[in-house]
C-alpha cells in the first residue's frame, strides 16, 4: 500500500476526492497530505450539474501521523450556479470554514473536557487556547441542534 493509498482510506476519501501528494517532513516534525478533485469532475448538487468557477486554497490540521503533526492541504472547488452566483463546495472532512478535521475537533474536544483548563488542553494539542475556545463552540453549537437532540440521556455526539 502506497502512502497515497493510506491517507486515501484512514481519510475515508470517495470520489471525486484524491490524495494526490504526501510530503513527509521529519526534521519539520510534519506530513503534509495534498488532496485534490478528479481532473474534469463536474460538481452535482442536488441533482443540478455545476460548472466549477475556480478553486480556493485551503489547510485543515488534522490528527496527528505517528506523532508528526498531520496537515490536509486541497484547492476547494468554487462551483457557479444557474443564477450567477458562486460558493465553495462542502469538504468531507472539515466544517464550514474550520481549520480543523471534523476528526481533530472531535479528539479536542475529549482533551478539553478531559483537561483542568483550556490552557491545558491546548498546550497538549499544539494550538492556541483562542483556536480551542473556537472548537469548543462549534461543538456547542452543534450539540444545540435539533438532530443531535438526546432522547434518553445520551450525550450527543461531539462531531
Not at 517532513?25 to 460548472?51: M, N, Y
Not at 491545558?120 to 487556547?129: E, F
Not at 473556537?134 to 450525550?155: H, I, T, W
Request: charged share 30%; hydrophobic share 40%.
Amino acid at each position: 500500500m502506497t502512502e497515497r493509498e493510506f491517507f486515501r482510506k484512514t481519510l475515508g476519501l470517495d470520489a471525486p476526492w484524491e490524495v494526490a501528494d504526501v510530503e513527509l517532513d521529519l526534521e519539520g516534525k510534519r506530513v503534509d497530505v495534498t488532496v485534490r478533485v478528479e481532473a474534469g469532475t463536474v460538481w452535482c448538487e442536488d441533482s443540478e450539474q455545476l460548472p466549477i468557477a475556480g478553486y480556493e486554497e485551503r489547510e485543515w490540521r488534522h490528527l496527528d501521523t505517528m506523532q508528526l503533526e498531520t496537515v490536509l492541504r486541497a484547492k476547494v472547488p468554487r462551483v457557479r450556479y444557474a443564477d450567477g452566483p458562486t460558493a465553495m463546495v462542502k469538504v468531507p472532512w472539515a466544517g464550514e470554514r474550520s481549520r480543523w478535521t471534523l476528526s481533530f475537533e472531535a479528539l479536542a474536544v475529549e482533551v478539553l473536557r478531559a483537561s483542568s483548563s483550556v490552557n491545558a488542553a491546548a498546550k497538549w494539542l499544539w494550538i492556541d487556547w483562542r483556536a480551542a475556545q473556537r472548537m469548543m463552540g462549534r461543538a456547542v453549537e452543534r450539540g444545540l441542534e435539533p438532530s443531535n437532540a438526546s432522547d434518553g440521556g445520551d450525550k450527543p455526539d461531539p462531531r
